[in-house]
């Protein structure tokens, strides 16, 4: 195929609630196809939920994002021109393995479950001042955000006062319309800012991640500082955009299903079944992975050469019928687990235990205490992220 007639890839939802439907004609079509990204390179696109998990753990691809062919949307960073050093996601064995290991027991399902006391508390708090305060209000503004927003940042020890500033600036490295210019400056604010909080961290370690990763790295031989730095703007930026995101989107969707809504109220052990649909359906990261191939590899009678990109379109994959039976309903009874909305393979999503008990809380909590809430202005008045790479809703008027 060549440029000229490779079909560019859409990136924006023409429905709030699915893939573009070129993305679903590839997964009935053109599983594995090639295609033009807006910014004129090329790249492979795989639609298969089979192909995306067979790429995600397949050492054959290199996760590195610097490779000068891996696929860019929407002037993401290239080739030299990150502040940072190489972070997790960007790594390939043995590096990857040895970083996620360092950190990995920050994570656990039973940390996470440690958490869960401070994690009611936040949430009960930022309800209480939705209800004693006027109506309507923003649910992004007043729930949505603040709460993985504070989360991340005791998790990590950041102090949440500074929470405009890096809220501000990964919303900006998030944002497709940006100018590589503009990417690079955010990215660099950000960097400077984290310099100064683990340098602090190393003159005295606090007991958070990052203080506790001080600790550990000198008593292994000496700190990383550069691979500190990496690890906090990965986590301060995954940790709370991508959960606010859910948070709103999960509410929207829950209002708008009152059937399964009145199932999670008469039986709040249904809410982690419901979480895992709601990331099913929505699969907010949904250009997130990115691979490219080190060697001729074979997808399905389809041949990706050695040195091209490939972008997996996770969004599609979540709603293949051979795996999702009915894909395109929402429906909270199913299993949802296999989803691929935090990855697969060796690269699956770091935080994904603290982002299901945030959205669990939130979710029981906030209808348990406001079972009259509603949306305060038409659906067809909400305006959805169609300008970011993490989707979501920009407000979300609520009343009760």
């Known amino acids: 195929m060549t440029a000229d007639s490779a079909e560019t890839l859409q990136i924006t939802r023409t429905c709030p609630y699915a893939p573009p439907e070129q993305h679903l004609r590839f997964l009935r079509e053109q599983p594995v196809t090639k295609v033009a990204l807006p910014k004129g390179s090329e790249a492979w696109v795989a639609a298969r939920y089979e192909d995306i998990r067979t790429i995600l753990s397949d050492p054959r691809f290199t996760a590195d994002r610097r490779h000068p062919n891996a696929p860019r949307l929407n002037g993401e960073t290239g080739p030299g021109e990150s502040p940072l050093p190489k972070m997790m996601l960007e790594m390939d064995p043995p590096e990857h393995g040895q970083a996620r290991r360092a950190v990995i027991g920050e994570f656990t399902v039973r940390r996470m479950a440690a958490l869960r006391p401070r994690i009611q508390q936040i949430v009960d708090e930022h309800l209480d001042a939705m209800l004693a305060g006027p109506r309507p209000v923003d649910l992004v503004r007043a729930l949505a955000l603040p709460v993985p927003s504070l989360v991340i940042c005791e998790l990590l020890g950041v102090p949440y006062e500074e929470h405009d500033f890096f809220q501000t600036h990964s919303a900006q490295l998030l944002n497709r319309t940006i100018t590589p210019q503009e990417r690079q400056h955010a990215s660099l604010e950000l960097a400077i800012y984290l310099d100064k909080l683990i340098r602090a961290k190393e003159e005295d370690p606090t007991d958070d991640l990052l203080g506790r990763q001080v600790i550990k790295q000198r008593e292994n031989g000496g700190v990383d500082h550069g691979a500190l730095l990496s690890l906090a703007f990965l986590l301060l930026i995954a940790g709370h955009e991508t959960t606010a995101n859910m948070i709103s989107l999960g509410t929207y969707m829950l209002l ?107 979710f029981n909590t906030l209808f348990r205490r406001i079972p009259g809430l509603r949306l305060a202005v038409p659906a067809e008045q909400l305006e959805f992220k169609d300008d970011a790479t993490v989707y979501g809703i920009h407000e979300l008027p609520v009343t009760w």
Do not use: W, Y
């Open 256 to 362: 708008r299903h009152p059937d399964a809504l009145a199932a999670l109220r008469e039986d709040p052990g249904k809410t982690a079944g419901a979480v895992e649909e709601l990331l099913r359906h929505f699969t907010i990261a949904e250009f997130a992975m990115m691979r490219v191939a080190l060697e001729d590899v074979e997808l399905g009678g389809t041949v990706i050469p050695a040195g091209e990109g490939v972008l997996m379109l996770a969004n599609a994959g979540n709603r293949d019928p051979e795996v999702f039976a009915d894909a395109d309903t929402f429906d909270i009874e199913r299993d949802a687990r296999s989803h691929l909305a935090f990855g697969f393979g060796p690269h699956q999503c770091l935080g994904q235990s603290l982002a299901r008990v945030e959205l669990e809380i939130v």
